[in-house]
């Protein structure tokens, strides 16, 4: 193509001479290179014949261009720091800038816009304005005993107090919610940003292959592209073999768009090379590339959106598709890009837009579990709330006006607008602490805390929900090469020239003809990016770079004593005729070459079963050909093929065939070409098993999890490797199956796959062998879908292809591959391996599993918290007219106890007892018969105390009783008891939350958690202050060491009590119900589904509207996780 370029130039001298006049002009501008931004920026819109007539008007060809970019289409850019800036400043850099985090004060405004809190502020405000308000009638006798009291000057100045304590109170919640919001997204940001760096593309410089991270590419720059990637920046097409590539994410076409440097050369960024390989030359980066514009646009639209959402407008359909095309473009980035919706507006839209896509994947178990208990609870408290100040009314009313015969006189309003003010303080304060705020807050940290520790443990999570969803997997399916195996591949047996060989052959032992044809057909048929380089240490292993199952045959030409390098010097990648890369389905790879005599000579290697049905004829021990008949092939299986893959081995046929100078074939009839071969010989490669595995296995098994062998292999080979790693165990009953037998089981005669044919064959399925991509689909999805046996399966799927990819996001938590891995495979996946190694994956189980017990510790915790205050309000208001714990005390406990306490049990560290116990599964409860049993018992004990304290506890400990005290009087010493004794029930209660199995021994590692022990004293200590010097607005009295070591001794009662409610055998309940279900799928039909569905997206809407703290917060992770998952 290059020398036609040329010719034409020569045949058109005109326009030669304006390309160097538009070259002169061009220069000054574009400092110094042969084009401007812009005119790259119009160029890259271009697609098809449409860019290449462009490309040949204006720069002659694809070298044209690069000579103004002032590049080598071979050698590629010196590796010169200055040229490099340079380049930066005048075409930008590879950096897409994310959207602005929200500011601390944002968050602050956002906790502030929580229903609780603002009613809250609102009666604050109000008993603040009232107790400043001296009315002329307080008198007066005609308001009664109402104000009673107040006539102490000092007692109604500090009237003032509790409205401010609560006003207070408010803003600390607040600090907190802001806080604990602001260091979420900055360490969601620090894993984006992680994520990012991880990524690295190869590009040529100063005629080296170089590793380099992708934001470091500059326009100008040579990138090798190959199957599997995800480009990184616009480019031009310099040299390509095969190549195709799915666009979807930018022009929403399924179909895989093939590429080459004659029909269509333009390669954009953000889309997947699904085959082949080749060169390309970065025309865009950053901002200016494809993606980057259509971020730019998103960004900009995003805020004009926010506007639009305030005016309560639709939004414009274009910018809808543009932030649609952008949503499928990169989950992560986008995720990042897209303002998060919160309760805002378009609320309309949004449900519209839910139904439109909801995937059904995009809560968590965990999140749906939570969503519904929350939602019930919220509306307990609600109910109660409202009970408690409708009770408090009327007895006030009818006490004070039906009972005493008053009349409602206009001076005494105020007084009596001050009595409703503080009922519906103490109303409020039981919705607050009804409601448990300190749940999302719980799942955000331990969530959080979990993703930053199993960094440490090699796994980079992606998605946060998908740490928790590990926690209840009930199968692995996973790869074999890689995963369970080193991925070093070696020769270690082959058959050549009639002789199966053990070892390695002497090369004299092999005739010159057969050698030569072998290092040829290895040397030349595999990626030029595949080498071997020297051990980076002295008496370490020679480095492979490239594909493992290239370098074991490059390794093998070295064993034999020959060099490859040579060979490609002699005839280098561009001189390469054609090339049929290696994809799922061929299954192998060939090359051909133009011979110096005109003819051409083809190359293939591959799985040995297929290429060996393609080969006629065989090299003998003399490098003759001999004929090869289907009678000769079943004998070479039965003595070669078979016996090698029983050793573990993977076996590989490389094969040639010669076509004379007359004959070309149509090289696009690829079956017609790659056929009639000639086998040279097979080869035996080892990929040992990784050393940690068997017992990483035997791990998965004792917890409950089945392990499945999902490879492209051999079936003896993966029987064989399947046997070491322990995955089938003698004397059991499984199945292995290849792909085609797996097939026919499943499909009935309409060859449609029906879910009860799948079902009888996964559950004894252990290995699946040359398995397609879609194969290994259908299994995780049939899995997944499947309804047989107790409970629901969770899978989780470990692939590093790109051919994995869909299987990746089917799964409910996709592994995929950190080093071998593609960007595809990463792009789906929701945790990456950083180190390939199956062990990893047991830690992830360890950490899901810990998510999972954390939050239902922190749930029991809480529960018994909120069933108690609850309680205790609700009685003491009915009873005594006045909540015996205060507006600010009850804050105290449930606000800040609760983000405590969510911190402290959120921490506890994972230990291998995790994995003693079956996985939980889908339909679990969140809430078991065990902690049904501890919250209850905990809560009569907690009662018990504080109604004797509350109702007798005067004449215990010889006080003044505070029942029915005056609107404004001092606070006692009665009620601080109370109070101070509940606190510390808590506090012990804390302690026994650790355990919710029913284990006895509640201090077990209780040190290995420092944050734990610090923020359990810290209490403590606060306690102690709050109740010594609190005074007026925490309505406490200071407590003498008599009282104090009572409430002590109380309070370590619990420990005691703790030890008499696990003697009691829950199996002995039957009467206890278990709570927070996930939606049970098993019974409930599609359309069910949906409803279900619709109607937590419905209790959500509600708990937006009218919400309570916490709810903010979930959604808050959910956004995020759901836009991490919109991908899909």
């Known amino acids: 193509m290059g020398d036609m370029a040329n010719s034409s130039i020569e045949f058109h001298p005109k326009p030669q001479q304006q390309q160097q006049q538009q070259q002169q002009r061009e220069a000054p501008q574009a400092g110094g290179f042969g084009c401007t931004l812009a005119e790259l920026r119009a160029l890259m819109e271009l697609r098809g014949a449409e860019a290449l007539q462009k490309i040949q008007e204006a720069y002659g060809d694809v070298s044209g261009l690069c000579r103004r970019l002032k590049t080598s289409p071979t050698e590629g850019l010196a590796d010169n720091t200055n040229d490099l800036e340079k380049r930066r400043q005048i075409y930008g850099q590879n950096f897409i800038p994310p959207k602005q985090p929200k500011t601390f004060l944002q968050l602050v405004w956002e906790a502030l816009q929580d229903v609780t809190l603002i009613i809250l502020e609102v009666a604050a405000i109000v008993s603040l304005g009232l107790s400043f308000y001296a009315p002329p009638g307080e008198e007066s006798e005609a308001c009664g005993n109402v104000s009673g009291g107040a006539e102490d000057e000092g007692e109604a100045e500090a009237g003032w107090i509790e409205g401010a304590a609560i006003l207070l109170s408010v803003i600390c919640v607040v600090l907190v919610t802001a806080f604990n919001d602001w260091s979420k997204e900055k360490q969601f940001r620090g894993l984006q940003s992680r994520i990012e760096q991880e990524q690295k593309f190869t590009v040529i410089r100063n005629g080296q292959l170089l590793q380099v991270p992708v934001a470091a590419l500059v326009v100008g720059d040579i990138a090798q592209v190959k199957y599997g990637d995800l480009l990184p920046a616009d480019g031009v097409l310099i040299q390509g073999n095969d190549l195709k590539i799915d666009e979807s994410s930018l022009t929403g076409e399924s179909d895989h768009v093939r590429k080459s440097a004659d029909k269509d050369p333009m390669l954009l960024s953000g889309t997947h090379v699904m085959e082949g390989s080749g060169r390309m030359v970065v025309t865009a980066v950053g901002v200016n590339s494809q993606t980057g514009i259509i971020f730019t646009l998103l960004g900009a639209g995003g805020e004009e959106e926010e506007k639009k959402d305030k005016k309560g407008k639709q939004q414009d359909g274009a910018m809808d598709s543009s932030q649609t095309r952008a949503k499928k473009q990169d989950g992560a980035v986008a995720m990042e890009m897209q303002p998060l919706k919160s309760a805002e507006g378009g609320e309309m839209e949004e449900r519209e837009k839910k139904k439109a896509s909801v995937p059904k994947k995009e809560k968590s178990v965990l999140q749906g579990k939570l969503t519904k208990l929350a939602v019930q609870i919220g509306k307990a408290g609600l109910v109660m709330s409202a009970i408690t100040v409708i009770i408090l009314v009327l007895y006030f009313v009818i006490e004070t006006f039906v009972v005493d015969g008053r009349v409602w006189l206009a001076e005494c309003t105020p007084v009596y607008v001050q009595y409703f003010v503080k009922f519906f303080i103490i109303g409020v304060t039981v919705l607050v602490v009804a409601v448990p705020e300190g749940l999302p807050l719980a799942v955000t940290i331990s969530l959080a805390y979990s993703v930053k520790k199993m960094m440490k443990d090699n796994n980079l999570v992606r998605h946060l929900d998908a740490c928790e969803t590990m926690g209840n997997a009930t199968a692995i399916c996973s790869d074999k090469t890689g995963t369970l195996t080193t991925n070093r591949m070696t020769v270690v047996q082959s058959y050549l020239g009639d002789t199966h060989y053990k070892e390695i052959p002497a090369p004299s032992a092999l005739t010159p003809k057969i050698l030569d044809l072998l290092v040829h057909a290895i040397s030349i048929n595999s990626a030029y990016t595949t080498k071997i380089l020297p051990p980076e240490k002295e008496g370490a292993l020679p480095r492979q770079v490239g594909n493992k199952t290239e370098c074991a045959l490059l390794g093998f030409v070295l064993d034999l004593k020959r060099d490859f ?377 907690q009662l018990t105390i504080i109604f004797t304290l509350l109702f007798v506890g005067e004449l215990f400990f010889d006080i003044d009783s505070g029942r029915n005290a005056p609107l404004h009087s001092p606070p006692s010493e009665h009620y601080t008891i109370i109070f101070n004794t509940f606190v510390l029930m808590q506090l012990f209660n804390e302690i026994n939350a650790r355990k919710i199995h029913g284990e006895r021994n509640v201090f077990d590692g209780i040190f290995s958690n420092p944050i734990f022990c610090t923020i359990v004293l810290g209490t403590f200590g606060i306690q102690i202050v709050i109740v010594q010097f609190g005074g007026k607005p925490f309505s406490c009295s200071p407590l003498s060491t008599e009282q104090w070591l009572w409430c002590l001794f109380v309070g370590v009662g619990e420990l005691v009590w703790g030890q008499v409610i696990a003697t009691i055998p829950t199996s002995q309940l039957k009467c206890l119900k278990e709570a927070g279900h996930g939606p049970g799928k098993d019974e409930m039909t599609d359309e069910e589904l949906a409803e279900g569905e619709e109607e937590i997206d419905h209790a959500e809407r509600e708990l937006r509207r009218g919400q309570i703290l916490w709810f903010r917060g979930l959604n808050r992770i959910q956004t995020q996780v759901c836009w991490g998952r919109r991908k899909g």
């Open 565 to 941: 390098q040579p060979v490609r010097e002699q005839i280098p990648e561009d001189k390469l005729y054609k090339v049929y890369t290696f994809n799922s389905v061929r299954k192998s790879m060939s090359t051909v070459i133009h011979l110096p005599d005109g003819s051409f000579r083809l190359f293939s290697k591959g799985a040995s079963e297929i290429l060996l049905k393609k080969c006629t004829n065989i090299l003998n021990s003399s490098g003759e050909l001999r004929s090869f008949r289907p009678r000769d092939r079943d004998d070479m299986v039965k003595k070669v093929i078979e016996p090698m893959a029983c050793d573990g081995l993977r076996t590989i046929c490389v094969a040639y065939r010669d076509f004379s100078a007359g004959q070309e074939p149509d090289w696009d009839n690829e079956n017609e070409v790659v056929g009639d071969l000639t086998c040279i010989a097979v080869v035996g490669i080892e990929d040992p098993v990784r050393p940690e595995v068997p017992e990483a296995i035997r791990k998965c098994q004792r917890a409950g999890i089945t392990v499945r062998m999902v490879t492209g292999d051999n079936i003896n080979t993966a029987r064989a490797i399947a046997a070491k790693c322990g995955i089938i165990q003698p004397g059991e009953d499984f199945l292995c199956l290849e792909g085609k037998e797996f097939n026919r089981r499943i499909r009935n005669e309409k060859g449609e796959i029906e879910q009860e044919r799948l079902d009888k064959v996964w559950p004894k399925l252990r290995v699946l062998a040359r398995s397609s991509p879609t194969d290994k689909h259908t299994l995780v999805k049939g899995i997944i879908d499947s309804t047989t046996g107790e409970q629901r399966q969770v899978v989780a799927v470990t692939g590093d292809g790109t051919n994995d990819g869909p299987a990746l996001k089917k799964a409910d938590v996709g592994f995929a591959m950190g080093i071998a891995g593609t960007d595809v495979a990463k792009e789906a996946s929701d945790i990456i391996l950083t180190d390939d190694n199956f062990t990893s994956i047991v830690k992830a189980v360890m950490w899901g599993r810990n998510v999972y017990d954390s939050i239902s510790k922190f749930l029991q915790f809480q529960l018994t918290v909120n069933v108690v205050a609850v309680i205790v309000a609700f009685t003491g208001a009915c009873i005594t007219q006045d909540s015996p714990l205060k507006a600010v005390q009850m804050l105290w406990v449930n606000l800040i106890m609760d983000t405590f306490a969510s911190l402290a049990l959120a921490t506890e560290p994972p230990t291998e007892s995790l994995l003693l116990r079956k996985p939980y599964g889908r339909d679990k409860p969140l809430i078991s018969r065990t902690m049904m049993k501890n919250i209850l018992g905990h809560a009569v004990y």
